[in-house]
């Protein structure tokens, strides 16, 4: 265990020695924290491998969308491209390159706080602006808002059925390991009313961090005009269980082995996100499984004219294509979630 992983994991033992269990979110928190401000976490060297770095198809058919969205909506200028965890900035890069083949020139912000995360993101698109938050992404045009895997990244908080009612789910200590412990405080005023009389041991998610940014965003686009698309893995109902995870140099491990040094995730309730979206003013188009909507943009078509333009890929862009839109890959597990501004159209890929 190197000292980044000790420092983490004894920082959180610490805390919970002085003040008692903390809570999941908490803990999730603390630990994506140094995990996102010390390493670049992506790609084969690293602990996971998101869509954008699988192909360039997967982005310039995002900026195809964005492209489409504008188009419909006037060509409205000035117009910014906002995205909120860019990675290595790969999907800006080829969402960019592709919106300008239909005239859709964009000045791109990326949301992000990892400071090894933000050099490199430099490196792939140097006009780019960085923020903090979303509060500070400008307010003079639309916005064309992209987050993938943003959100199950976020702290999530679970509540879980004890036998004197709903209580939240803390991390604890047994020795020097870390435990679950249910909390000694009445949360069932927090849990939805079907859910009231379930079964002792039943576990619901909430993300309120999730809630808040999706609440932020639809209000900027109602103000302001524009769409947004979130991919992520999730489901677009709500269930109950537990779906924290972490993955380290591409494994499912234990999350409370190594904080600080695995990737924290949770799925992400796109039910939720889209009554959020509603109530604060934009138009939620549908939420639809990724390999469904990479077909709709046409990712078959794209691959085979870069086939013709390559041949000698021609292989490494089929498993790629398999990779993105395969149901026993990443097509079904991922979701993506459209959303548009009042006045702005229903877009290509969305059945509502």
Known sequence: MNDG????????????????????????????????????PLGTRGDFVTAPEISQMFGELIGLW???????????????????GPGRGTLAKDALRSAKR??????????????ALREIQRAAVPDVVHHDDFSTVPTDGPLLVVGNEFFDALPIRQLVRAAEGW????????????????????????????WRQAVQGAIIETCPGASAIMAEVASRLKQQ?????????????????????????HQKV??????????LTAHVDFATLAQVAQANGARWLGTVTQGEWLKRLGIDMRAEALAR?????????EQAKHRLTADDQMG????????AAPGWGSGTGFSN
Not at 24 to 35: D, I, K, P, T, V
Not at 236 to 247: I, K, M, N, P
Not at 332 to 339: I, S, T
Request: net charge negative; hydrophobic share 40%; proline share 6%.
């Open 5 to 40: 992983t000790l420092n983490t994991a004894e920082m959180v033992r610490r805390l919970i020695r002085t003040n008692g269990p903390i809570s999941l979110s908490q803990f999730m928190g603390e630990s994506n924290a140094r995990y996102y401000a010390s390493k670049d």
């Open 66 to 84: 964005l492209a489409d969205m504008w188009m419909r909506a006037g060509r409205r200028d000035p117009v910014y491209y906002v995205e909120m």
């Open 102 to 115: 239909y005239g859709l020139h964009l000045a791109p912000h990326f949301v992000e706080g990892s400071p």
């Open 167 to 194: 209580r939240e789910r803390m991390v604890a200590l047994e020795g020097d390991t870390f435990v679950f412990a249910a909390g000694s405080q009445p949360m069932d005023a927090a849990v939805p009313d079907d």
């Open 225 to 249: 005009g524009g769409a947004a698309l979130f991919i992520d893995y999730g489901h677009v109902d709500r269930r109950g269980g537990s779906t924290l995870q972490a993955v380290r140099s």
């Open 254 to 263: 234990d999350p409370f082995l190594s904080p600080g040094e695995a990737d």
């Open 309 to 317: 333009q390559a041949p000698q890929y021609k292989v490494a862009l």
């Open 332 to 339: 079904l597990l991922f979701k993506v979630m459209g959303l």
